[in-house]
Every structure is written in structure tokens, then in C-alpha cells.
């Protein structure tokens, strides 16, 4: 693993942006790992732009704040602001992994705006990084009856794509300390099932 794993995790305020971030963090961190966390930037309300800065070293203390054109990893719970972080963070190496659920600024639902198509998405992305990665993760969410375990999904998903040292166990250490034990087994089967989707 690079040293400092560079990630950053983007979306519009309401989507669990932060807590994704912390939850990727302390379970690094649980692992032995030096964690630094910028928090978010950008307006943080429902519906603005989130975005947070995740450092992940073996034994160094950096900056919260990754470099322009360093980021290693792009996690997007929208996939428009994947495109936003990209054009700023991006590199040829870069891995972006994006929810395919789109949620629409106050210009496009007021017809001033165009919102891109998935496609137009992905295109643009193709030219900014080097790989890239889609998945349901709210629709399915929305299927085991809680829309917010997409972000739960997304960290499933950063599992399966390998780059990083965690597997559902860790996960799992994690989160029996941060949510009821009745919610236990459900947050389970929203991370297996974002390892399954990535890898699919």
C-alpha cells in the first residue's frame, strides 16, 4: 500500500458523507494504521457538496488536507460530484468508486441547469483517471429498507476492490462499537454486499 493511501470520499450533504469517512477511518486505524481526517470541505447543509480527506499512513502524521493531483482512491456517493473531486484531485493512476444514484441540485430541479447523464459521467471521468467502478449501492439500500446503508455499502465496496487492508471482519469489530446490537447484523449484510457488487 502507498504510504500515505490518499482517499477521498464526496457527496451532497444527507448522505452519511462524514460518517462514511469516520467509519473507513477507525476501522484503519483499529488495524494500526495513522489516520488523519479533513473533515469536510465545502458547504456541509442537505444538499451541498461534502467532501472528506482521508490520510492513511503506516506510521506518519500528515497534513488532513491531500495535495491537488494525489488523491489514490475517489469514493463519490454521487456520481456528479465524482467528476467535481476529479477535476482537482485526479490523476492517471487514481481509482474512483461511485454510487450510481444521482441527486439533483437546486438548478437542475428548477430547470437552469442540466444534470449529465450516467454515460456523460463516465466518459469524462475515462479522461481523468485510471480506473473506475459503478454500483446500485442506494437502490439496493433502499431494498434491505434503509437508504442510508449506502454509505455502508460504499465501504463494502472500498473492501472489494482490495486496496486497502480491511475485510468484513474489521468491519465488523467497528461497528458492534458504534450502532445497536439489533443493527448489527443488517450493517453486515450492507458491507457483504458491497464487496459482492464491486466485485460482480
Do not use: W
Not at 473533515?39 to 482521508?54: C, D, I, K, N, P
Not at 444521482?102 to 456523460?120: F, R, T
Not at 469524462?124 to 442510508?148: N, Q, R
Amino acid at each position: 500500500m502507498k504510504d500515505p493511501y490518499n482517499v477521498i470520499i464526496t457527496g451532497v450533504g444527507g448522505q452519511g458523507n462524514v460518517l462514511a469517512a469516520r467509519m473507513l477511518g477507525n476501522i484503519m486505524a483499529a488495524k494500526g494504521y495513522t489516520v488523519t481526517i479533513g473533515e469536510t470541505f465545502g458547504a456541509s447543509q442537505r444538499g451541498g457538496s461534502v467532501m472528506s480527506h482521508l490520510r492513511i499512513s503506516g506510521s506518519t502524521v500528515f497534513s488532513p488536507q491531500i495535495p491537488k493531483g494525489q488523491a489514490d482512491l475517489v469514493v463519490s456517493l454521487e456520481p456528479a460530484e465524482s467528476v467535481r473531486v476529479m477535476a482537482g484531485y485526479g490523476n492517471p493512476d487514481v481509482k474512483v468508486l461511485s454510487n450510481t444514484r444521482a441527486i439533483y441540485p437546486v438548478g437542475v430541479i428548477c430547470g437552469e441547469s442540466n444534470y449529465p447523464s450516467l454515460d456523460e459521467i463516465k466518459a469524462s471521468l475515462s479522461a481523468l483517471c485510471g480506473e473506475m467502478y459503478f454500483i446500485d449501492a442506494t437502490d439496493e439500500a433502499v431494498k434491505l429498507g434503509h437508504p442510508i446503508l449506502g454509505n455502508v455499502m460504499m465501504i463494502g465496496a472500498v473492501a472489494g476492490l482490495g486496496v486497502l487492508p480491511f475485510d468484513d471482519k474489521d468491519f465488523e469489530k467497528v461497528v458492534a462499537g458504534s450502532v445497536a446490537e439489533s443493527k448489527i447484523a443488517l450493517n453486515m449484510t450492507a458491507f457483504r454486499k458491497g464487496i459482492e457488487m464491486v466485485k460482480g
